[in-house]
């Protein structure tokens, strides 16, 4: 497996301009790719050899298994349920976060500037949208975590409000939680 990872290493240029090329390819036919399909589990695989692939073969077995498959969610035709579009800028940022592979948990805040990104795309939006600087955020993967957080911070603020601490504690009387429409992820 060495010797794939070095030649890897040694081929990046390459091996970027493969995917450059597909991603590419796939923007600008997104507007005519299909927005579902049906297909089979793709479960039927040869076994992996002990010594890997390599990155530019690998990519050969996604594109022959898998990208039949693969819909078009964020072009104008998809309205299944909001899914993030991309955008370049998106597309260029989540490429750098790639490559740098910052380490979001590391410890005491030190030895990474990914807190530091997020704080300043924050202060950001709180500019953007004339919010007091006093207001706090965070980002999350997505309208799940985003609610189970917000019920987690809401649960930990009633229990400010009582006197406990609900996180050390637990939950001493039921909770009530009143909304017109939940999200999926606030019923589990």
């Known amino acids: 497996m060495k010797t794939y990872l070095e030649n890897d290493l040694s081929q990046i240029d390459h091996l970027l301009d493969i ?65 993030g579009g991309s955008t370049p800028a998106s597309i260029a940022g989540d490429w750098l976060a790639s490559v740098y592979d910052q380490n979001t948990q590391s410890s005491k805040g030190q030895g990474d500037v990914s807190a530091m990104i997020e704080l300043e795309a924050i202060n950001l939006m709180l500019d953007l949208l004339g919010l007091p600087k006093s207001f706090l955020g965070g980002f999350v993967t997505g309208a799940t975590m985003s609610n189970f957080t917000c019920m987690a911070v809401a649960r930990q603020w009633i229990g400010k409000q009582k006197g406990e601490d609900i996180a050390k504690n637990g939950i001493s009387s039921p909770l009530k939680v009143l909304t017109a429409t939940p999200h999926s992820s606030s019923l589990k």
């Open 19 to 83: 995917i450059k090329k597909q991603s590419i390819s796939y923007l600008d036919t997104i507007s005519d790719r299909r927005t579902s399909v049906e297909h089979d589990v793709f479960f039927d695989h040869e076994s992996l050899p002990e010594e890997g692939y390599g990155a530019e073969k690998v990519l050969e077995i996604f594109n022959e298994r898998f990208e039949q498959a693969i819909v078009g969610s964020s072009g104008p035709r998809y309205w299944g349920y909001v899914t």
